[in-house]
Nanobody
Framework: QVQLVESGGGLVQVGGSLRLSCAAS??????MGWFRQAPGKEREFVAV????????YYADSVKGRFTISRDNVKKTVYLQMNSLKPEDTAIYYC??????????????????WGQGTQVTASS
């Protein structure tokens, strides 16, 4: 069982930046992902990073603005979010990509979800 705790969310002006952190109780050789869920919408994929950190993938909606990274010594995954837009407003969750049955952006491959952290981009 892996416990994940997200932090770093908050209220930011449109165009601003936030850095989310996801601290894990234990790290195995799994990829880690970030997802988000806006009110009234389904949870959607944001980004994923391989165990080595050498491979990253992003949703088209955040590509070029968000950067995922990880520190395996600190057992922490980060999501640097720049140029935030109102449509980025959501609860952000990190998760372990426990399986590789589906695609990297399919939430069914992920387990051990955190409790989420709220991000609000407002003008």
């Amino acid at each position: 069982q892996v416990q994940l705790v997200e932090s770093g969310g908050g209220l930011v002006q449109v165009g601003g930046s936030l850095r989310l952190s996801c601290a894990a109780s234990t790290f195995s050789s799994y990829a880690m992902g970030w997802f988000r869920q806006a009110p009234g919408k389904e949870r959607e994929f944001v980004a994923v990073i391989a165990w080595s950190g050498g491979s990253t993938y992003y949703a088209d909606s955040v590509k070029g603005r968000f950067t995922i990274s990880r520190d395996n010594v600190k057992k922490t995954v980060y999501l640097q979010m720049n140029s935030l837009k109102p449509e980025d407003t959501a609860i952000y969750y990190c998760a372990v990509r426990r399986y590789t049955i589906h695609t990297y952006y399919d939430a069914r491959d992920y387990a051990y979800w955190g409790q989420g952290t709220q991000v609000t981009a407002s003008s």
